[in-house]
Nanobody, 115 residues
Framework: QVQLVESGGGLVQAGGSLRLSCAAS????????MGWYRQAPGKERELVAA???????NYADSVKGRFTISRDNDKNTVYLQMNSLKPEDTAVYYC?????????WGQGTQVTVSS
């Protein structure tokens, strides 16, 4: 079992920045990848960014150049630095961990970007 706890969401004006954190605990030694997903009202959940155990990264086209995913292995924490935020980034952001063949999810944190 893996437990994920997110923090760092909130309300920010367009053009501003936020940093999300996701702390992992439990059986974490065999986590293959971690990532951030988001779900806006009335829309499907979508991948925002992911990072593998080898620190390879992947980003949605809509956030490339604005968001950066990183990890601190000593703290078992993954971060999502979000810059130049836009109103369309408003969503609940979820942390995800893949420990094949299992998927684990955090409880979600709200990010609201005002215009």
């Amino acid at each position: 079992q893996v437990q994920l706890v997110e923090s760092g969401g909130g309300l920010v004006q367009a053009g501003g920045s936020l940093r999300l954190s996701c702390a992992a605990s439990g059986i974490i030694f065999n986590i293959n990848a971690m990532g951030w997903y988001r779900q806006a009202p009335g829309k499907e959940r979508e991948l925002v960014a992911a990072i593998t155990s080898g620190s390879g990264t992947n980003y949605a086209d809509s956030v490339k150049g604005r968001f950066t995913i990183s990890r601190d292995n000593d703290k078992n924490t993954v971060y999502l630095q979000m810059n130049s935020l836009k109103p369309e980034d408003t969503a609940v952001y979820y942390c995800n961990a893949v420990s094949w063949p299992y998927d684990y999810w955090g409880q979600g944190t709200q990010v609201t970007v005002s215009s």
